[in-house]
Every structure is written in structure tokens, then in C-alpha cells.
């Protein structure tokens, strides 16, 4: 239980990951990974799209940070993470019309318009264990808070323009939802482990938004990799 407060502590003082891990050393020693509690890395894919815009594509992004995870009973585990790096979006948005009208817009061609968004998220996910540990589903929140966002605007005249604009200020800075979780560790408990997962946004990314609400919709594919070996190993070569 201790190790899980000063998880969570690194989390709100210390957002740098390399900041955070040196810390984490730091405060553990050799004993990243105990019985019931271990730090890991998560790393994945996101596919992200936004709802409440017709005929939006599927963005794909990075997403990286840190986890604890803590079994808090024989089954039951709660995982926090950090997550600095969650980029989402969508391609094929609709251009605004200050780009798209005459007569810049009968110049170009091959117009596309695309918009990224990067996250400072926090999900927090209650998991149950199934298949000797090896299973996990899980549910939890996800609060998530907005560092960047950028339109891109794509076509041909002559040679290919690009034209970026800073959204930031339309959108909303604090997103939240409900994360679906499913996961499979190759070794039990301690082991390294492949994860998909479900973000439903549940507030609307645009502010003062006069139309239909824009949600972040993201489907992720994570691996995620345990830091400090398997303690009950440990326990046996000392025997």
C-alpha cells in the first residue's frame, strides 16, 4: 500500500518519464517489484477518431508512459498510470471554410485535412484476473489533460502545401471518460504483458461547442513491461 501512495506521488510531482524512473529507483532500491505491487512501461498505438463529425477517418498515435499496478486482493488489482504521451485525432475532417473556399480552394487539389490532439492522460483501472493471472479485464476512469493541438491542412498546386494552425484554444482542456481494458500476461503476475483497450470520451472536446458534441473515441494496442524481475524468483534462490 505504501508503494502505491508513492506511485502516485511521482505521478502528480514528477510528469518527466526519465525524471520519474530515476526517482523510482531512487525511492525503491532493487525492489521495484514485490508480492502484491510493480511498476512497468507501457507502450503502444493508438486509433483514434472523433464522433459527432461525419466521415472522419481513423488517426493512428504514440502512447507511452508508466503504470503501478497493486493486487489489492486475490484477484483484484488497481492500476494507475501516467501516460505523457497520448496522441489521438482524425483524418478526413472538414475543412473550414476559410481554406476551402474560392480561391484557394479551386487551386488546390488533393485537399486533405487532418487534426491531432496530445494528451497528458491519467487512467485509472480496476482489473479482475482470470486463467491463473494470466487474464485481466478491467474497467476505470481516464482523465485526460490537453498539452497540444494541431490542424493540418494538406493539397497540390504546383508542389504539395501544408498549412498548420493551433487549435489549442477552441478545444476544451480536460477530457474525460471510461476506459474498457483487456489484457494477457505471457507470465502470470510479474510477467510482460499485450493489452487493447477502449477509451470512450464523455465530454465535448470543443468549446462552447454551438453544435453536435465532438467525443474522442480511442482504440489502443499496448504492451506493457514490468520493472524488477518476478520477486517470488528472488525468494527462491535465496532458499
Do not use: C
Not at 58 to 75: H, M, Q, T, Y
Not at 209 to 238: C, K, M, W
Amino acid at each position: 500500500m505504501k508503494k502505491a501512495i508513492l506511485f502516485l506521488l511521482l505521478i502528480a510531482f514528477f510528469p518527466k518519464p526519465a525524471s520519474g524512473q530515476v526517482l523510482i529507483g531512487l525511492l525503491f532500491g532493487d525492489k521495484l517489484s514485490t508480492e502484491t505491487f510493480h511498476l512497468g512501461v507501457d507502450v503502444g498505438l493508438n486509433l483514434s477518431n472523433l464522433s459527432g463529425i461525419d466521415g472522419t477517418g481513423v488517426k493512428p498515435g504514440l502512447i507511452f508512459g508508466l503504470l503501478g499496478e497493486w493486487r489489492f486482493a486475490d484477484n483484484f488489482y488497481l492500476q494507475p498510470e501516467l501516460l505523457p504521451f497520448y496522441k489521438v485525432g482524425a483524418n478526413k475532417m472538414p475543412p473550414p471554410g476559410s481554406l476551402d473556399d474560392p480561391p484557394i480552394g479551386e487551386l488546390v487539389e488533393d485537399k486533405s485535412y487532418s487534426r491531432r490532439m496530445n494528451y497528458f492522460a491519467i487512467p485509472i483501472i480496476v482489473k479482475y484476473a482470470l486463467m491463473e493471472q494470466k487474464l485481466h479485464l478491467g474497467l476505470g476512469p481516464q482523465i485526460g489533460f490537453l498539452s497540444s493541438a494541431t490542424d493540418t491542412y494538406e493539397g497540390v498546386v504546383t508542389n504539395k502545401i501544408t498549412v498548420d494552425q493551433n487549435v489549442e484554444d477552441t478545444l476544451n482542456g480536460t477530457d474525460a471518460g471510461v476506459v474498457f481494458h483487456a489484457e494477457y500476461k505471457f507470465r502470470g503476475q510479474y510477467g510482460m504483458s499485450v493489452a487493447a483497450r477502449f477509451y470512450l470520451g464523455l465530454t465535448d472536446t470543443i468549446k462552447d461547442n454551438p453544435g453536435d458534441a465532438v467525443y474522442n473515441r480511442v482504440f489502443s494496442l499496448l504492451a506493457s513491461i514490468p520493472i524488477g524481475g518476478d520477486p517470488t524468483e528472488e525468494d527462491e534462490d535465496n532458499e
